[in-house]
């Protein structure tokens, strides 16, 4: 009986916390107030186990995780372009993403999932374009 009511709570435990994921949308513009080929918004703070759907709200965009910008043990992401692609992000940092064809142009965003108020080590460490490099500076100083 013991181990019954244990199994219960633990899939009770899983429920709730399937039940507590919140959905984001992330939009790839090639234009906003903040200027040329960008993701609205620039950055965001989710949780463990929280999902966010890129949208191309136009067309030519995709979104992809950023080689060496994600946290040990996450999984790489890449979208097809002109495509939305939902990801739900299940390990705590700092995830920088990309749109492939607007990379140089700048056109990059940071997921924080988790408390941390520091990208994990390394993730500045990448070469990329300097407009790319500025857009996740900006990203980070705002979240």
Same mark, same amino acid.
């Given at each position: 009986? *013991?181990? @019954?009511?244990?199994?219960?709570?633990?899939?009770?435990?899983?429920?709730? $916390?399937?039940?507590? /994921?919140?959905? +984001?949308?992330?939009?790839?513009?090639?234009?906003?107030?903040?200027?040329? %080929? &960008?993701?609205?918004?620039?950055?965001?703070? #989710? /949780?463990?186990?929280?999902?966010?759907?890129?949208? /191309? @709200?136009?067309?030519?965009?995709?979104?992809?995780? =950023?080689?060496?910008?994600?946290?040990?043990?996450?999984? @790489? *992401?890449?979208? /097809? =372009?002109?495509?939305?692609?939902? &990801?739900? +992000? @299940?390990?705590?940092?700092?995830?920088? =993403?990309?749109?492939?064809?607007? +990379?140089? %142009?700048? %056109? &990059?965003?940071? &997921?924080?999932? !988790?408390?941390?108020? #520091?990208?994990?080590? !390394?993730?500045?460490? $990448?070469?990329?374009?300097?407009?790319?490099?500025?857009?996740?500076?900006?990203?980070?100083?705002?979240?």
């Amino acid at each position: 009986m *013991f181990r @019954t009511i244990l199994g219960a709570t633990a899939a009770s435990i899983m429920l709730a $916390g399937a039940a507590t /994921a919140e959905d +984001f949308e992330v939009h790839m513009m090639n234009r906003s107030d903040r200027g040329a %080929m &960008v993701f609205e918004p620039p950055s965001l703070r #989710v /949780a463990i186990g929280d999902t966010v759907k890129f949208v /191309a @709200t136009d067309k030519g965009h995709n979104a992809e995780s =950023i080689k060496g910008m994600i946290p040990e043990g996450a999984d @790489t *992401f890449k979208g /097809a =372009i002109n495509e939305e692609v939902t &990801v739900t +992000f @299940t390990e705590e940092g700092f995830y920088g =993403i990309k749109c492939n064809p607007h +990379f140089g %142009m700048g %056109m &990059v965003m940071v &997921v924080a999932v !988790g408390d941390s108020a #520091v990208p994990q080590d !390394g993730f500045l460490e $990448g070469r990329m374009p300097k407009k790319a490099k500025q857009g996740i500076d900006d990203a980070l100083s705002s979240l």
